[in-house]
């Protein structure tokens, strides 16, 4: 079967799938996404993806084009038929074609809403350990707004892949904000620590779950700016996001961190992770 | 006669050239662009647009899919084709389709490269006043790279517009970078002051050719970081770009500058831009 794609209202494959050469998504980057994971056919915190693309979109002043329990049902249906048992779904939504000029027209905007979906390796048992390649964070300030304007995430992380590493973290001014593409934490004398959200640091739904998970497992947490140094010292580190869970930290620059292995803290969290999806 | 299209090395109309949703322009904005005036049905200042494209594109690394030489007389023969004596050509290069993934693939690169034209009032004979909007300049750190991730100058344009002004202008920590889709330019005390290229100015093809003609006019230029106050107190204020060419700065968040009329500093640059594309 091919991979289908939902495209404002129609289903078809894929790669039949077109965008005007004007849409303002391909010209400005004026559009968000979600991307949401699909465990054992279903689609999980569909909700609170729904909801962070609402506040995306409301970010660049663009109305979203249905309501968000039709937007559910519209996904659900593809998700379904797509047959993908273990996989994600990639959701994009632009402010859609019109003539060239950066100035966008009044309300109501014409939209490019799609979404399809992609297979996945199915969760690992363990958190799988990763490598970092630090990259300063040069982005733009918003970047709480889940924008596709993704160009300088596509260079941090294929910076990190060109030297053997498997995620890229960003540094702004000596702080530890997020990487390329998953949220950071360190645990600093056992207290989970992570930076706020907000212009550097996108609201990551499984970080929040993962801050919501911490209090019943006695864990205490501290959001605040982290030094690079304050993280290269830490008993533990790990990123998490919706594709990756949490993949604990092995190497900073090609140093070992963490004592070599995945923490006590960083496991627990993992494995709590993991009742809370199959739960 | 439909706009016209070069896509790939296919012409076709504007309407019907469409690009695949997992082109890496609409997923990431990983994709350069340019813009060039056609003035008379001759593209003004093609080759250094040109050197610019290969910069810009060199700085996201991505291999350009042929030789400028070739590039500038496709170009050449799409702009006759189209008919358009007064206008601009827009160009954009973007690393393709692929699966999605923020990683992109090794050399060679997939590429999706199209031009096209559109029509544009003939300039005009004297310089056009324009109203400015003060935004706090929240871009990356590589402005100077002309791509396609244009979301911020977008919500700083739309922003002006919402408030009746003509152009956003970015102040970075009290510093005036530049505007949404021009460069800034103030004359203190008969020297034309404006902030050098890099992370958070565009170099600017007509900024370049005013920078040129200035010694031949007898003015001095200083190119150096301009405080906001410092510009609020200037003789004169002009922005400059390939569409507008020079336009006076009327008023700054609604305040009259520069003595409310064109300044002589502004007015010889403009003339002497005139005489450089008629010549």
Known sequence: ?????????????????????????????????????????????LDEHLERLA???????????????????????????????????????????SPRGHVFAPEPHQHTLLFYVMPLDPPAAAPPGVKLHRVEDDRWQRCCIKSIALLPNVLAKNAAAAVGADEAVFVDHGVVTECAASNF??????????????????????????????????????ERPLRESEALAAE????????????????????????????????????ALRERVTG
């Not at 970080?207 to 947490?221: A, D, F, H, W």
Request: glycine residues 12%.
């Open 185 to 222: 934490f360190a645990v600093i004398g056992g207290k989970l620590v992570t930076h706020p959200v907000g212009a550097k640091v996108l609201p990551g739904i499984t970080r929040q779950i993962l801050l919501e998970l911490c209090p019943s497992l006695g864990i205490p947490v501290s």
């Open 236 to 271: 533990e580190m790990f990123i998490a996001s919706t594709t990756r869970e949490i993949n604990w930290v092995s190497h900073w620059d090609g140093r070992v961190v963490g004592g070599g292995s995945c923490g006590a803290v960083t496991r627990r969290l993992h494995q």
């Open 1 to 45: 079967m091919p991979q289908l794609i939902w495209i404002n209202g129609r289903v078809m494959p894929l790669a039949e799938a077109k965008i005007g050469v004007e849409d303002r998504g391909f010209q400005f980057a004026d559009g968000v996404y979600e991307v949401v994971r699909i465990y054992d056919s279903k689609l999980f915190a």
């Open 55 to 97: 506040r995306s979109s409301a970010g660049i002043l663009l109305t979203m084009p249905m309501a968000a329990a039709k937007l559910a049902g519209e996904i659900a249906a593809l998700t379904a038929r797509s047959g993908v048992a273990e996989g994600m779904l990639y959701l994009q939504l632009t402010r859609g074609v």
